[in-house]
């Protein structure tokens, strides 16, 4: 397999927060020479924070919703979970195999 990586662009911005520097990268996959995959990710950067201070107690909370739901995951609904993301080796969702 080969991969191949390439930036197709690169954009400056300024955000509430600061600078930020948005990079778009093209991966091509390919097998034996025959394109199999391509993919596009936007990569953000971002400056350093000059305003950034600790937030005090409680600032930023979530409020208390007017109803709440408990799930209790079992393996099957980890496994389930982990085959959506692509991520499905068997220590993601068997406790006692990864233990």
Request: without cysteine; hydrophobic residues 25%.
């Amino acid at each position: 397999m080969l991969k191949q990586s390439r930036i197709n662009s690169v954009r400056y911005k300024q955000g509430a927060s600061g600078p930020l520097v948005f990079v778009t990268v093209e991966h091509r996959y390919s097998v034996e020479d025959e394109p199999r995959i391509s993919e596009e990710q936007t990569l953000v950067y971002t400056g350093k924070n000059q305003g950034a201070r600790p937030k005090t107690e409680g600032e930023g909370a979530i409020e208390p919703g007017d109803w709440s739901r408990r799930i209790e995951p079992n393996p099957v609904m980890l496994f389930r979970y982990s085959a959506l993301t692509g991520n499905t080796h068997r220590i993601h969702y068997d406790r006692d195999y990864s233990t």
